[in-house]
């Protein structure tokens, strides 16, 4: 753990906090709504206002923590490191970070992930504390314009500051006027026990409209409209009866009342002290119309979504628990664009962000006066409809909602058609909180999604045991992979015109403890969708590397491994530099490795598929095109793409002998590959004459049952007696 750098003026530093009466067991009431709308703002479970100690740190203010439980040793706190430099500091994930990533505070039971802190100072300079807020999941969506945001709050935050410190040298020494607060920007008044101003700075007659002059003797009630005066008079003969103002209940709202006889609402604290028998008030103004404003917006950009003027993910679920705990029955929808990533690549994120403004703009029109819409998300946007029980008018809704984002939308002179899919669930016969009812609709999107685009789907139960089913096989695709249960078996591909073995396809396996061993149709799109794809992935090529290095030092000469890619391992670290490496490690050229694509990887990572294929064959590793002939744009790839192989699909295979069709593509793939220099494979063989009709064809390799099952590399080594030159397939 690094621990925060000492400050050159430390000394000078602790004096100024001590000026502030802050301590662990004296926080500050009114830094509370700074921390408050901090964490509403940003959508963090905590928020607080760190003070800053020579060995220690305490809350000024905070929300979503328990200091109790916390780690409070400055050696350990974010905040002194914050404190340490002039800007907002951002630690999108602690365990990323090294100076925080063995932290009691991210290893321990706080479990802290991301912060975002900025430096609170004395009017002198002396950093004092930290304005932050926490979370205990990573955030790398944490922007300038956010940072600008806590910024103000801070500045908010060392406004309280400033009247905290001006009040405590008031209640601790009462000095003459003019050393006090003659110069100070706090706007000060000091009257007696009549309510007479015995004194006031430049900044309170300002505040007024009069000059500093005219404040002595006059009475306090004319800095009030007249409707507020017999309450002023009460509350400080409240207080000249008790000799003191604890206790003292402030009203709610003053306003003050300036010469011309404008009014503004005014912040009021109030002090008193008694020498030589004379009762004495302090009392600290404010113009609070200029903060009251700011905090109305910043309420405002706490709830509200920058781009589209909707309400945001947490003003959505704020307002979906209100309306449960009446208790109302409502329907949440979650609409969800389809493809719009790809609009978003093609034609610009300018375009895009009109098209996210114009499907706002259409679902607000869909849905009536009291309903809510949100963006919560990129590109996914949800609605609440108050009082609607029924299923069937929810889903009417919602399909409405989707026919109208459906209609061409022109932006930039474009006209552009985007799609939507939309979730749907019910309260309260399907949900009774709103996470729930929120989760439920999720799940409901989920499954629209999968059924295609433009599709709407109601919410049933057996959704929830699909997502706890997927849940529990992540956590088993966790442990297959902590544990070394995913194996490789391997399956023979051999030269036709006289069935000699040159290579095989590596092809993953789960041994699991309880259901066995498992095909990767099992487990292969679980493994694929989630985190560990590209680890897996790694661990293939690895492995598969290793077992035909072995291969080749024991006789098997120029043998070939093929091995699967998918898209994750593309979007993950470098794949080049990842492949070269296994290859060096285990002594292999770059020939004896084949790569095997398919169609949907190179259309979903379009640039950075291409670029990592075009190195590695550069290279020289082998790239084989792997269900060739199956997809919308097999031939615009095999055109620019930079293959080595295609992969004949076994659906064409098995109808080479009874089918003229298959037969005629299977010929028709073979002349373009013989066109563009490429070899070929073909899959799924499974008889003598299939294999002979290939040849026959001119397809040079073969693949399937007839030559051999996928089987471990133990029996696939006993089978072909791999070190046995020349050994040919027995069939």
Not at 135 to 140: A, F, K, L, W, Y
Not at 289 to 304: D, S, Y
Not at 511 to 539: D, I, M, N, Y
């Amino acid at each position: 753990m690094k621990c925060p750098p000492a400050l050159p003026t430390e000394p000078e530093r602790l004096k100024a906090l001590a000026a502030y009466g802050l301590g662990s067991d004296r926080p500050l009431p009114s830094l509370d709504p700074v921390v408050q709308i901090a964490a509403r703002m940003f959508g963090m479970p905590v928020a607080a206002v760190n003070m800053i100690g020579s060995d220690h740190v305490f809350f000024a203010a905070s929300t979503g923590i328990d200091a109790a439980s916390t780690d409070m040793s400055r050696n350990s706190s974010f905040c002194a490191h914050a404190i340490a430099q002039q800007d907002v500091m951002v630690v999108p994930d602690a365990t990323q970070d090294e100076r925080f990533h063995d932290n009691p505070l991210v290893t321990g039971p706080a479990g802290l992930r991301f912060y975002a802190g900025v430096p609170l100072t004395s009017p002198e300079g002396h950093a004092l504390g930290a304005l932050c807020v926490i979370d205990g999941r990573p955030r790398h969506d944490f922007s300038d314009e956010d940072s600008m945001r806590l910024r103000e709050l801070a500045k908010m935050a060392s406004d309280r500051l400033e009247l905290r410190r001006v009040e405590i040298s008031t209640e601790q020494a009462q000095r003459p006027f003019e050393e006090f607060a003659r110069n100070s920007p706090t706007a000060v008044v000091w009257f007696d026990e009549q309510r007479r101003i015995v004194a006031w700075n430049e900044a309170a007659a300002h505040l007024h409209g009069y000059e500093l002059a005219e404040g002595a003797g006059r009475l306090l009630d004319t800095l009030v409209p007249e409707r507020y005066r017999a309450d002023m008079q009460a509350l400080i003969g409240q207080a000249v009866a008790a000799g003191s103002v604890d206790g003292l209940v402030m009203p709610d709202e003053v306003h003050g009342l300036r010469r011309d006889g404008t009014e503004f609402l005014l912040g009021l604290s109030l002090f008193c002290w008694r020498e030589n028998g004379v009762l004495t008030f302090n009392a600290h103004l404010q113009d609070l119309t200029e903060r009251r404003r700011e905090e109305a917006e910043l309420q405002r950009i706490a709830n509200t979504d920058v781009l589209t003027g909707l309400a945001n993910r947490a003003c959505f679920y704020r307002r979906t628990e209100e309306t449960l705990t009446l208790p109302l029955a409502a329907a949440a929808l979650m609409v969800d664009l389809d493809g719009f990533k790809d609009i978003n690549d093609t034609l610009g994120h300018a375009v895009g962000d009109g098209i996210l403004c114009e499907v706002a703009r259409r679902l607000e029109l869909g849905v009536g006066a009291g309903d809510t819409v949100a963006r919560i998300g990129g590109d996914e946007f949800a609605v609440l409809l108050p009082a609607v029980s029924a299923p069937e008018l929810a889903m009417e809704v919602a399909r409405l909602l989707v026919a109208r984002i459906a209609e061409p939308i022109v932006v930039d002179r474009q006209e552009v058609r985007v799609a939507a899919s939309c979730g749907v669930a019910v309260a309260p016969a399907q949900a009774q909180e709103a996470l729930e009812l929120i989760g439920d609709a999720d799940l409901a999107l989920f499954k629209a999604k999968k059924l295609g685009r433009g599709q709407c789907f109601l919410f049933v139960t057996a959704l929830r045991m699909e997502a706890i089913a997927r849940r529990l096989y992540n956590i088993e695709l966790h442990r297959a992979v902590n544990d070394g249960e995913f194996v490789l078996f391997y399956q023979p591909q051999v030269r036709l015109h006289d069935g000699k073995l040159i290579g095989a396809e590596a092809l993953i396996r789960w041994r699991h403890p309880q259901r066995g061993l498992l095909a990767p149709a099992a487990f292969l799109s679980a493994l694929e969708g989630g985190p560990l794809a590209s680890v897996v992935g790694a661990w293939v090529i690895d492995e598969a590397c290793a077992q035909v290095a072995l291969w080749r030092r024991c006789g098997a000469e120029n043998f070939r491994i093929g091995v699967n890619l998918c898209g994750a391992q593309f979007r993950t670290g470098d794949l080049v530099a990842q492949i070269v490496a296994s290859l060096d490690r285990h002594g292999l050229p770059p020939d004896a490795l084949e790569l095997e694509i398919t169609e949907n990887i190179v259309l979903d990572n379009d640039d950075v598929v291409f670029d990592a294929l075009q190195r590695l064959h550069d290279h020289g590793v082998g790239i084989a095109f792997d269900d060739f002939g199956t997809g919308y744009g097999s031939l615009s790839l095999l055109k620019s793409y930079p293959l080595s192989r295609i992969k004949i699909d076994r659906s064409f295979v098995q109808g080479v002998l009874t089918s003229e069709r298959d037969a005629s593509v299977i010929r028709a793939i073979l002349g373009m590959a013989k066109s563009f220099q490429l070899e070929t494979i073909a899959e799924g063989v499974e008889d003598e004459n299939q294999m002979r009709c290939l040849h026959r064809y001119g397809c040079e390799e073969g693949q399937g049952y007839l030559f051999g099952k996928p089987v471990s590399a133990v029996e696939f080594g006993e089978l072909f007696g791999i070190g046995l030159p020349n050994r040919r397939v027995a069939r």
